[in-house]
């Protein structure tokens, strides 16, 4: 079954598919944040897309129901943290310069305390500014591959520095393609939710509640905002719902993108059918252009 274009959604077809840009507090887990989400929004599940220590706040996006199986696309984009740099002796006069150093490629070996493996690894490191400093506190602005540890980052920075160092206040900025901008807390949610449910006797701002949820959890299609975009034939997204790859007579318009690249499927009216794999040329006449990943219908 096809969805409806985003903008024609009704309430629950948006939690069914949402997701939630929010701005996690410090204290509890990634995991129960999106445990919190879910059950106030009543979905059968939810998930983070990227993980926050307990204590880091900041940009958590939140998919809801189905959206979920979107988590992958979230990972492809850079991130960017505001963090507290704690100098264990007075900054040297060369920081800025330093701190620039490690620009561009870094070597990184996660923590004991890590999800993953810990083997050396590479990640980048975009663009790293010092914002401010006041006495042994520096604060950084830094925008980097997913998956760089910022507190690894911070203690390397401390030995370069010569002082010694560690990581203070962390907060994430965006996670692409979000950004704090637009963040919503849980308090938001929850206020739209009792509106919509006629379960608050105040009303929402501008009156409408339909409208105020949808302040809080967007269509899912949101989340893909940052990825090549190919549009579909609704006969070729249904025979994606079925299991088949994009084909190339589906294919009514396609953006530019290098083989084997993360793109993300929809039909005409803006509604997502599938996350995939480019595989082949959108102007052939034939042949496999996008080899499914996530199926979304």
Known sequence: MLREAP?????????????????????????QVSAWVRDLTGVEKAAHAGTLDPKVTGCLPVLTGAATRLAPALLEGPKEYVAVLELHADPPANLESVV???????????????????????????????????DRRALLRIRCESGTYVRKLCHDLGRALGTGA?????????TTPFD????????????????????????????????????????????????????????????????APVYAPGVLAADDADEGALVACYTPDGAAVCLGRLVGDPDADSGTVVDLERVLV
């Open 100 to 134: 620039g150093e490690f620009e561009g490629p870094v070597y990184q070996k996660p923590p004991r305390k890590s999800a993953v493996a810990r083997r050396l690894r590479v990640r980048e490191v975009y663009a790293l500014d010092v914002l401010e400093v006041v």
């Open 7 to 31: 903008a024609d959604r009704g309430p629950d077809d948006v939690l069914a598919f949402g997701v939630v840009n929010l701005d996690k507090p410090p204290g509890p887990s990634a995991h």
């Open 166 to 174: 560690h990581m203070g206040h962390l907060r994430r900025t965006a």
């Open 180 to 243: 704090d901008t637009t963040l919503s807390t849980l308090h938001d949610l929850a206020d739209a939710l009792a509106w919509l449910r006629d379960e608050d006797d105040t009303e929402p701002p501008g009156g409408d509640p339909e409208a105020a949820l949808r302040d809080v959890v967007a269509p899912a299609e949101r989340a893909l905002e940052h990825l090549p975009s190919v549009t579909v034939a609704p006969s070729a997204a249904e025979s994606v719902a079925d299991g």
